[in-house]
T-cell receptor, first 116, second 111 residues
Framework: AQSVAQPEDQVNVAEGNPLTVKCTYS??????LFWYVQYPNRGLQFLLK??????LVKGSYGFEAEFNKSQTSFHLKKPSALVSDSALYFC??????????????FGKGTKLSVIP | DTAVSQTPKYLVTQMGNDKSIKCEQN?????MYWYKQDSKKFLKIMFS???????INETVPNRFSPKSPDKAHLNLHINSLELGDSAVYFC??????????FGEGSRLTVL
């Protein structure tokens, strides 16, 4: 079974400071990893993904994430936070084959608050 | 053009009623999904269809019945609504095995 843990319910960061939202995963086999953002009363928007290749992936709105296989982590980062980054962030995992390839398993979400 | 559209956006209904939520995607994807987001914002897969064939059917009460008339549509019908069914339901589609594209959600409130 595949699972994702986001250990922080909430992350607070000052505007202009770097931010990190943590994610660890558990799968059998190679993971495909994703980050999504959800603004209030909206659907989920795709930010970035790791499928294969370079461990550092860059995505939308200046976000990036680093895949670390030994630590089974995929933390989301941004060098300089904006107030408009305040939202709910979800990490997700799927596997390339089998029944698990037909679903994204999500973490419970981390609320990011960027303080002006 | 909206990639994944679902209607209605809001439903308010009484316990015991039957309701449907429609979903359409114009991305040409083979796989479509229904997810439920509860009041704590937890997202859980309900169903996954690939080329109109049911692939995943999680432990969802059989009052929930998905129907996929064609590859571009995946509707959700709910019978005998209960208070605990109140949630936001998201439709999504994806190419295999890429990212999911989500609709804006349908907020169901059961009174």
């Amino acid at each position: 079974a595949q699972s994702v843990a986001q250990p922080e319910d909430q992350v607070n960061v000052a505007e202009g400071n770097p931010l990190t939202v943590k994610c660890t995963y558990s799968v059998s086999g190679n993971p495909y990893l994703f980050w999504y953002v959800q603004y209030p009363n909206r659907g989920l928007q795709f930010l970035l993904k790791y499928i294969t290749g370079d461990n550092l992936v860059k995505g939308s709105y200046g976000f990036e994430a680093e895949f670390n296989k030994s630590q089974t982590s995929f933390h989301l980062k941004k060098p300089s936070a904006l107030v408009s980054d305040s939202a709910l962030y979800f990490c997700a995992v799927r596997v390339p084959e089998g029944a698990g390839s037909y679903q994204l398993t999500f973490g419970k979400g981390t609320k990011l608050s960027v303080i002006p | 053009d909206t990639a994944v559209s679902q209607t209605p956006k809001y439903l308010v209904t009484q316990m015991g009623n039957d309701k449907s939520i429609k979903c359409e995607q114009n991305l040409g994807h083979d796989t479509m999904y229904w997810y439920k987001q509860d009041s704590k914002k937890f997202l859980k897969i309900m169903f996954s269809y690939n080329n109109k064939e049911l692939i995943i059917n999680e432990t969802v009460p059989n009052r929930f019945s998905p129907k996929s008339p064609d590859k571009a549509h995946l509707n959700l019908h709910i019978n005998s609504l209960e208070l605990g069914d109140s949630a936001v339901y998201f439709c999504a589609s994806s190419p295999p095995p890429g990212e999911l594209f989500f609709g804006e959600g349908s907020r169901l409130t059961v009174l």
